[in-house]
């Protein structure tokens, strides 16, 4: 396997430092491609997983039809969840997905094995985090290919699966909408509007 030089790890900081959640006031009407969509996809079959059991799952959503029917449920829950942010006005202004605007959706599932997983037995839920790093893939590889993703979690997990006929042995991890943008900003969107302060990383070492 080859070694890596100093200009490979300045081009994987740069694409990390990047990666961006892209919502629907930036996506844009325009097709990506099946062969770019299978490079997005097989990134994710690259992630490491627990036990070599590489649990993850992929439905694709391009039909209209089902969009909105996620789209109502996530207006929905996120008219909920506004009462949570009552102190914080900003909450109401933010545009929180791209479920509508994006090309296709993708959500992305943990496949529940019964038998025992090797490194599984005490840490029930590493597979689900498996499935995290396949989604961390994903996201990555699409900003490599100047391709738009964005994360939706207002949302309940099994009102997702029922809209989308999944059998009940897979878990929802992630909804992801995908789909060039018009611009990838300079710095997360909700730090530039103070929602949240960046943390050091003296602050996210522990003593």
Same mark, same amino acid.
């Given at each position: ?9 300045? /081009?994987?900081?740069?694409i990390? #430092? ?11 009407n ?7 969509? =299978? ?25 209209? /039809? ?7 449920h996530?207006k =929905? ?16 202004t933010?545009?929180l997905? #791209? ?10 599932f943990?496949k ?15 597979g ?6 396949a989604?961390?893939?994903? !996201?990555?590889t699409?900003?490599a290919?100047?391709?738009g993703?964005? !994360?939706?979690s ?5 009102k ?5 006929e ?5 878990k929802?991890i @992630?909804?992801?909408?995908i789909?060039?943008?018009?611009e ?6 909700? =730090? /530039?509007? @103070? !929602?949240?302060?960046e943390?050091?990383?003296?602050e996210?070492?522990?003593?």
């Open positions: 396997m080859k070694n890596f030089s100093n200009k490979d790890l300045e /081009t994987l900081s740069s990390i #430092g990047s990666r961006r959640d892209v919502r629907g006031n930036n996506f844009i325009k097709k990506v491609s099946n062969k770019k969509l =299978k490079i997005i996809l097989e990134s994710a079959l690259k992630a490491p997983s627990v036990g070599y059991s590489q649990p993850w799952r992929f439905k694709l959503i391009k039909e209209d /039809t089902k969009k909105q029917e996620i789209y109502n996530f =929905k829950s996120y008219e909920k969840s506004k009462k949570k942010f009552e102190d914080r006005p900003l909450y109401k933010l545009k997905e #791209g479920i509508k605007e994006s090309y296709i959706n993708i959500a992305v943990y529940n094995d019964k038998k025992e997983i090797l490194g599984q037995t005490y840490m029930k839920r590493s689900e985090y498996s499935v995290v790093c989604i961390c893939n994903m !996201w990555l699409a900003r290919l100047n391709i993703l964005g !994360w939706v207002i949302i309940k997990p099994k997702i699966k029922k809209i989308l999944v059998p009940k042995e897979y929802l @992630g909804y992801l909408c789909g060039y943008t018009k990838f900003l300079e710095e997360p969107e909700l =730090k /530039t509007l @103070g !929602w949240e302060k943390k050091s990383l003296k996210c070492i522990l003593k």
